[in-house]
């Protein structure tokens, strides 16, 4: 009676284990984590090149999550990758992509403070099979001190993805954010900054001296 009742017993914590275990449920996939790669300075005159960049971002874009759009079926809504993200919000990544690819070494430069206001940086999946990024923001040259722009611009961007998934938007992304930087660089390189760093607004950005 005992040695039955011992291995009723034994019966019953192995079946509590199992039961356990079942409702842990499978072990979490690991997400996959990706930045924008290495950027190249862009080729500019020191004397053109801001001497910051400060990158702004509305909340939605405040988090490292891969935010992608079903643009031939729900185009107003917003979606996010479930295990794929950014290593960081995409508005500290482009920034330090900008800083690379803009600012002037040293203390050189023009003066200038480049802030540039991200309002779209997304995957847009045109079918289910074709996907594209688009980046689209606002940028502003201000002096060293003070709010008041001295030139502005709008600027956007499109990069067709080479495939229809989370891989293929962080390719384009990575195109598209160099892409930025070179127009932004060929637009700095437009302004006039003769006559004491005036500038096309017709205010100026001096240096510091």
Known sequence: MFRSLTRLSALAAFSL??????????????????DLGAVDAVAMDAGQRPVSVEVRAPSWLTTSAMQYRLGYADPQRRLAYGESRWVAPPAEMLALALDRALLAPGNGGSGCRLRVQIDELVQVFDTEARSRVLISARASLLPQRGETPVAGRDVAVQVAAPSADAPGGVAATREAVHRLAGELAAWITTLDPSDGQRLNGGA???PER
Do not use: D, E, I, K
């Open 17 to 34: 284990l199992l039961a356990g275990c079942g409702a842990l449920g499978t072990p979490p996939v690991a997400q996959a984590l990706f």
């Open 204 to 206: 100026g950005c001096r």
